[in-house]
């Protein structure tokens, strides 16, 4: 089985944002989430609850913005 980028998500106090989404992205985030629970042996989180994490991700492995932020400081 493939290892996904994303471990369990923790419970964390939430913070609304209201968002458009297309509904490709809609149904591969529910895909997503169910492929996550599976691997976790959790039950399936919302969909929505896992765009902090990939949003977090994707700027902690983003290189660019990393040597952008270096050289902001």
């Known amino acids: 089985m493939t290892k996904l980028k ?3 998500i923790t419970e964390d106090k939430p913070v609304k944002v209201t968002i458009d989404l297309p509904g490709a992205l809609h149904r591969d985030l529910v895909a997503y ?3 996550l629970a599976r691997e976790n042996g959790q039950p399936t989180a919302d969909p929505k ?3 902090v994490p990939i949003l977090e991700r994707f ?3 983003d290189r660019g913005f ?3 932020r270096r050289a902001q400081r």
């Open 59 to 61: 700027i902690a492995t």
């Open 49 to 51: 609850r896992l765009i």
């Open 66 to 68: 990393a040597k952008v």
């Open 33 to 35: 989430a169910d492929a």
């Open 6 to 8: 994303l471990g369990p």
